[in-house]
DNA sequence: CATGGTTGTTTGTGATCACATTTTTACGTC
DNA sequence: GACGTAAAAATGTGATCACAAACAACCATG
């Protein structure tokens, strides 16, 4: 969805076949987790990403997602870590393939099946919230030439994962979502 | 408000005096930020805190707070820490008085008055809802004999706050935040 | 041509209702 | 007395409606 679309909850209900009062509920939760700015009024639009709120997504992400990753390490058995290499054998098709959505997809799916070993909801539920704030500027992210990096990346991910190196997975983690995110604010 | 109760939207509705419409629309919002429980079935609790999700909790706030306390050390002049060192004796007052509700209340003032100052609505966002959610935990601190550390742990972030000290102020966060909500996991 | 006010439309909010599902209660059987 | 079952009450969900506020379009006036 592109940033600075404005909503309206009848819009939504008539998009989606239902009622205004699902369409309520869904624009609430998700104006609650920050993917959705509601005017004063009642309006509600998608947040337009200036250059600070996006450093600032880049440093929440920095601060949680190696967390996260150190918490799963001791979990992450050669069985995930093969998924999450084919995860990204298919993230690079899609940069191949040029579709940004699955891309995008992708990329969270690999964060996401890694994570889910940390044990720890509360957190992974706040680093989704913060990739879903981002989103929208994630698919701008697409295009740029920054998205040959992330399959690098993650292959420093994989490695430092099977050789069971904390330091060197907290770095690489930190790596990736810095050059995914805070290099598209400058 | 206890952990683990049952709320009914027509209770809530029919407490507050208005339709169920608000009512839901509350508590898909606070579910939404995790400080409400949604079964299956659509049943609302407050969440039954166990060990982990503490540990869980206590961890995001040890990682989030020193990063905003750090941004906000550069903005941080005489006039805020002294109105911080004005809430820190009514904390004091609070706690001569058994005044738990005011206690937890005064206490979350404290840090907010300085987080403000970070410039960083999406990560003080991300502390207020860890807050929400340990919110309930937080009024079985009160009575333990951990509470009387918070003012000392307070002390300590005023004077790192009043040299300019950096890692002192990250490290005072970091052990008021350990303080107050790990230790009382164990 | 610019501008301010007026009217008409759109939009969010709160309320009420019907319905399906779940939960609780009551009862009868073993 | 315990347990399973059926009836009854309660609950969440989605839909629709009235209403007030906000917005947009329009027109008259300078």
Redesign the pocket.
């Known amino acids: 969805m592109q940033p600075g679309v404005a909503?309206?909850?009848?819009?939504i209900?008539a998009d989606f076949?239902?009622?205004?009062?699902?369409a309520?509920?869904a624009?609430?939760r998700l104006s609650a987790e920050g993917a959705l700015q509601?005017?004063?009024?009642?309006?509600?639009t998608t947040p337009e990403p200036n250059n600070e709120r996006l450093e600032e997504l880049a440093a929440l992400r920095a601060l949680l997602e190696p967390e996260l990753a150190s918490r799963a390490l001791p979990r992450a058995h050669n069985v995930l870590i093969d998924r999450m290499e084919n995860i990204n054998d298919q993230i690079d098709q899609m940069i191949l393939q040029n579709d940004a959505a699955a891309y995008v997809r992708l990329n969270q799916d690999f964060h996401r099946s890694l994570y889910l070993r940390a044990q720890a909801p509360a957190m992974l539920a706040m680093v989704e919230t913060v990739w879903l704030q981002s989103g929208p500027t994630m698919r701008r992210l697409y295009g740029q030439k920054q998205q040959q990096f992330a399959s690098i990346n993650h292959r420093k991910i994989l490695a430092a994962l099977r050789a069971g190196d904390e330091p060197g997975l907290r770095l690489a983690i930190r790596e990736d979502v810095i050059n995914g995110l805070r290099l598209l604010g400058s």
Chains 1, 2 share one sequence.
């Open positions: 909503l309206t909850l009848r819009g209900a076949g239902v009622s205004m009062t699902p309520r509920e624009v609430r509601v005017s004063k009024s009642g309006r509600v």
